[in-house]
């Protein structure tokens, strides 16, 4: 960093900031499989609503509801009809996020700043919660996974929790199912998790959930150190509305509301997300259908043998060529991920493999198309 800069913390200055599209945009791409989109825009009839909503309801010179108590309500009844819960969940369990990247750093801002605390992730996984703990100056410990099923090597994750020490880790991040890799976590890493002492927090990520319908929500009520962290950006489709919520007991909510900006969700976002949950008939059956899409490209995939590909529980899926060796992988990835751009497709190439999102049937056609010949080419 240049001299002019030198107010900015010196830690700031190594740090890469996230890249949506690396590589920047390009005109040919039509196929967006890189970042986990829903592949369809709302219905019509969902946009009517809400343009009707911003024009008769929302009062544009009015700050928004900073309470979000609807929008908590109508993500409450949610959960409860989802997960089939026996206590009552309320709005008292519940904190609203501008997308669950905001709560990821709130919760980080709770816990873990001022050297209090450093965090626990095992790669390849979202790459967010290490980019916002390095932010806040948040030591960042890394493990790695199995490679067979990509499970957390837990061997590793209890040493680095027994060994870890200044700071402490105060908090593991895990991703449920897992991104890139769309693993769930298995009954031996839930176990793992149960025996975690009550002063380090667990977050389990769910963007996927209605992709898996797998979720630990109805083991929260025992589990006063365990928080749920879940999206509208994948199968409700508002990925440009930024909403994410949390879930957890009171108390903790108490202090992210505390921690969070008063007014972090503007009103046209929190209504599209209580018209997106009030329609949610319109816009969930899609997620049948991209998991019929990704079961059908996992098979083609699995039928190249240059490659290998991964079950999924997520709308993605994630592969890595067979034949390479260490010295060589991330360059063949990086070529393979240059050349299906050019072609038209953006995939993402992370975690030493390539994670490639379920489009729509004619994107993932052509998407397929372009990937055997690049594989045929580089391989
Ligand atoms: C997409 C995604 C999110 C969503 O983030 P938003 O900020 O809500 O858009 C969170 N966690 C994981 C693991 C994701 O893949």
């Known amino acids: 960093m240049s001299d002019h800069n030198s107010f900015i913390?010196?830690?700031?200055?190594?740090?890469?900031?996230?890249?949506?599209?690396?590589?920047?945009?390009?005109?040919?791409i039509v196929d967006r499989l890189d970042t986990n989109e829903s592949p369809l825009d709302l219905p019509v009839?969902?946009?009517?609503?809400?343009?009707?909503?911003?024009?008769?309801?929302?009062?544009?010179?009015?700050?928004?509801?900073?309470?979000?108590?609807?929008?908590?309500?109508?993500?409450?009844?949610?959960?409860?009809?989802?997960?089939?819960?026996?206590?009552?969940?309320?709005?008292?369990?519940?904190?609203?996020?501008?997308?669950?990247?905001?709560?990821?750093?709130?919760?980080?801002?709770?816990?873990?700043?001022?050297?209090?605390?450093s965090i626990l992730v095992a790669v390849p996984t979202f790459s967010m919660y290490g980019i916002l703990a390095t932010t806040l100056g948040i030591p960042v410990v890394t493990i790695d996974r199995k490679e067979a099923d990509f499970s957390?090597?837990?061997?590793?994750?209890?040493?680095?929790?027994?060994?870890?020490?200044?700071?402490?880790?105060?908090?593991?991040?895990?991703?449920?199912?897992?991104?890139?890799?769309?693993?769930?976590l298995k009954a031996e890493e839930l176990d793992w998790l149960r025996s975690l002492p009550e002063?380090?927090?667990?977050?389990?990520?769910?963007?996927?959930?209605?992709?898996?319908?797998?979720?630990?929500?109805?083991?929260?009520?025992?589990r006063n150190n365990w928080i749920v962290l879940r999206t509208f950006s994948k199968a409700f489709r508002l990925a440009a509305h930024r909403v994410g919520y949390a879930i957890a007991n009171p108390d903790l909510i108490t202090v992210l509301e505390k921690v969070r900006l008063p007014y972090n969700l503007p009103s046209f976002s929190q209504a599209a997300a209580k018209i997106a949950l009030q329609q949610r008939q319109l816009l969930l059956p899609l997620v049948a259908k991209t998991i019929k899409e990704r079961e059908r490209v996992w098979s083609i995939l699995t039928e190249n043998n240059q490659l290998r590909v991964w079950q999924s529980q997520a709308n993605f899926l994630y592969l890595r060529p067979r034949n390479t060796t260490a010295d060589n992988r991330e360059h063949v990835l990086a070529d393979i991920t240059k050349n299906l751009k050019a072609g038209g497709t953006l995939?993402?190439?992370?975690?030493?493999?390539?994670?490639?999102?379920?489009?729509t049937p004619e994107e993932n056609d052509r998407t397929l198309q372009r990937l055997e010949k690049i594989v045929e080419l580089n391989l």
């Open 9 to 28: 913390r010196s830690d700031l200055a190594q740090l890469a900031a996230y890249k949506p599209h690396p590589g920047g945009e390009s005109e040919v």
């Open 45 to 117: 009839e969902i946009k009517s609503k809400l343009t009707w909503t911003y024009q008769q309801e929302i009062e544009a010179n009015r700050y928004p509801n900073g309470s979000h108590y609807e929008l908590k309500q109508a993500i409450a009844e949610y959960i409860q009809e989802s997960a089939c819960l026996a206590d009552n969940l309320t709005t008292d369990h519940i904190s609203v996020g501008n997308g669950s990247d905001e709560l990821i750093r709130s919760l980080l801002i709770a816990t873990c700043l001022g050297g209090e605390g």
């Open 152 to 184: 957390l090597n837990l061997k590793a994750a209890q040493e680095a929790i027994d060994n870890t020490n200044n700071p402490p880790i105060r908090v593991v991040f895990v991703v449920h199912p897992n991104s890139p890799t769309g693993n769930t």
């Open 199 to 222: 002063n380090i927090l667990v977050v389990i990520d769910e963007a996927y959930f209605e992709f898996s319908q797998t979720s630990v929500v109805a083991e929260l009520a025992q």
């Open 347 to 359: 995939i993402r190439h992370t975690g030493s493999g390539l994670r490639i999102t379920i489009g």
